[in-house]
């Protein structure tokens, strides 16, 4: 019997899932070997950068079976879930774990879920950040743009003029195009490589930002993150959002920006508690670790 986490990723719908499954991989992979099944073979390759020791790229959710065997345990992070994939995946593994931020969502009866809006029997209500994001460091840079780390149409150099009456910095995307600092330098005074993720969420005092898992970083970190809701991004986590107090920002212009960064910056956000060992004592147990 072999652990798996499947987490669906890639240039069209960015890194969000992948750096939740970062937080709790790393975690349960101190006492266990478990391997991460990512939909993009390029951060697959990347994983062992992110702290990650096993990880293997799979074309389509369909061919997790040709890696796992019947009887192994799962956990299945992916809106791609749907009742005869469900039925199929909880049947084929002997323990299934779903992670799901649909506000709407329902739990399939052989499965056990995780969910930042439900409660009840086989349900752990949580979300997971990364430990070190909760370790506040000193707020160097006073505004940052991470418009995510996908974007395939190249919205943010299509839409860069709003941008540049912020004086914000801007951190690159994973998958942003090659050179493409170079027609968004104008609009920002400093550009950060997607690399430096991690200390640049940290630093950052305001976040604007179109990442639901950047926003609980920089929140977690002290930050005061206000969300961009992209047209092209699911809705799912503004509810969850409006109860932390965070601003959200649709439709958006110079003028809204503007107004929403000065907002933030004496904004009441609201803190947000750390779940991250509750989800994975839940984990723990629904596996009988």
Do not use: W
């Not at 879930?81 to 084929?92: E, G, Q, S």
């Not at 003029?161 to 005074?189: D, P, Q, R, V």
Request: include cysteine.
């Amino acid at each position: 019997m072999r652990y798996f986490y499947y987490v669906h990723t890639g240039h069209r719908i960015g890194l969000d899932r992948f750096h939740r499954a970062v937080a709790i991989v790393k975690e349960l992979q101190k006492e266990i070997d478990i391997t991460l099944l990512c939909s993009d073979f390029r951060i697959a390759a990347e994983a062992k950068e992110f702290g990650i020791k096993r990880s293997v790229g799979v074309d389509v959710v369909r061919n997790i079976p040709q890696i796992a065997e019947h009887g192994d345990k799962m956990i299945f992070d992916s809106a791609e879930a749907n009742p005869i994939l469900l039925d199929d995946m909880t049947k084929f593994f002997s323990t299934f774990i779903r992670i799901s931020d649909d506000p709407e969502e329902s739990k399939h009866e052989n499965e056990f879920l995780i969910s930042p809006y439900l409660e009840g029997e086989g349900i752990c209500k949580g979300v997971v950040i990364g430990e070190h994001y909760f370790d506040p460091i000193p707020k160097t840079i006073p505004l940052t743009l991470f418009f995510g780390d996908d974007d395939y149409e190249k919205d943010l150099e299509k839409n860069k003029h709003i941008f540049k009456s912020l004086n914000a910095e801007l951190l690159m995307g994973f998958y942003h195009f090659l050179g493409y600092e170079k027609k968004l330098s104008e609009s920002f005074t400093a550009i950060h490589d997607a690399e430096e993720y991690e200390n640049i969420i940290r630093k950052s005092n305001v976040l604007i930002t179109s990442s639901p898992q950047a926003v609980l970083q920089n929140l977690a970190a002290g930050g005061k993150p206000i969300y961009l809701q992209r047209p092209d991004y699911s809705k799912d986590f503004i509810p969850f959002f409006r109860n932390l107090s965070i601003p959200i920002v649709e439709n958006f212009s110079s003028e809204t920006l503007v107004q929403g960064v000065a907002e933030a910056k004496s904004h009441n956000y609201h803190e947000i508690q750390k779940s991250n060992m509750k989800v994975i004592d839940f984990i723990r147990k629904t596996f009988n670790l």
